[in-house]
């Protein structure tokens, strides 16, 4: 992590990734209707995964491992490493905490429908 960004990762965590792990860790093509209706592009990391361009030199890539009777699902977001030169840390931990609320945003309101057995 970036200038001190450890010392916000705790926080981070449980405000940004405990919940994409949450919304999407079980559904994770759920994770693509979402970052498709905020703009994101389809990506090939994990289960599923979608590239923000947030700004015009600024993209974030938000991924989903999901979880089975093994093991556990999880979800990272990637910063470019060119962002440390553009913003502050705390800037950049708000970012990465907006798109992952705007996630979890919109995945509740377009939950998908459960399967049919």
């Known amino acids: 992590m970036i200038n001190g960004g450890m010392l916000f990762y705790p926080a981070f965590h ?4 405990i ?17 498709a209706a905020l703009g994101g592009q389809s990506a090939s990391y994990g289960d599923a995964s979608a590239i923000f361009q947030v700004f015009p030199e600024i993209r974030l890539c938000v991924i989903v491992w999901e979880g089975d009777e093994e093991v556990r699902p999880n979800a990272t977001i990637l910063f470019e490493p060119s962002i440390e030169h553009l913003l502050h840390i705390e800037s950049v931990i708000g970012l990465g905490m907006y798109l992952a609320s705007q996630l979890k945003r919109q995945a509740t309101s377009s939950s998908p429908l459960p399967s049919q057995v």
């Open 14 to 17: 449980k405000n940004s990734i």
């Open 19 to 35: 919940g994409l792990i949450k919304a999407f860790g079980h559904q994770s093509e759920h994770l693509l209707a979402c970052a």
